[in-house]
Nanobody, 126 residues
Framework: VQLQASGGGLVHSGGSLRLSCAASGRTFNKSVMGWFRQPPGKELESVAA????????RYADSVEGRFTISRDNDMDTVYLQMDSLKPEDTAVYYCVVSKPFFGSIIVVAPPFYDYWGHGTLVTVSS
């Protein structure tokens, strides 16, 4: 299994970026897909996650209303549209995928996710 993330970079405060993560190696259409981030010197935190149906999402309070997660099950790809970016959004962003999941509540604890990408750096300048 491989997760290949792309789309990170440098952007000014208030700008936008779109992260993409393509998964390969098996079918992920029953898995939760999501994003974590780790700001410099801080702990890992969940950013957003989306269930296999694409209709149930969960966001961190800090990004609610600014970030949008989506997925394309035909392409085994998850996206994170990040708008109104702030300097505190600066972090390495990791895409994650769970085993097949049929529950109703999305879990955001890191051990829930079996597969992790290598991370892509997002830097927001003030």
């Amino acid at each position: 299994v491989q997760l290949q993330a792309s789309g990170g970079g440098l952007v000014h405060s208030g700008g936008s970026l779109r992260l993409s993560c393509a998964a390969s190696g098996r079918t992920f259409n029953k898995s939760v897909m999501g994003w974590f981030r780790q700001p410099p010197g801080k702990e890992l935190e969940s950013v957003a996650a989306i269930k296999s149906s694409g209709s149930t999402m969960r966001y961190a309070d800090s990004v609610e209303g600014r970030f949008t997660i989506s997925r394309d099950n035909d392409m085994d790809t998850v996206y994170l549209q990040m708008d109104s970016l702030k300097p505190e959004d600066t972090a390495v962003y990791y895409c994650v995928v769970s085993k097949p999941f049929f529950g109703s509540i999305i879990v955001v604890a890191p051990p829930f996710y079996d597969y992790w990408g290598h991370g892509t750096l997002v830097t927001v300048s003030s």
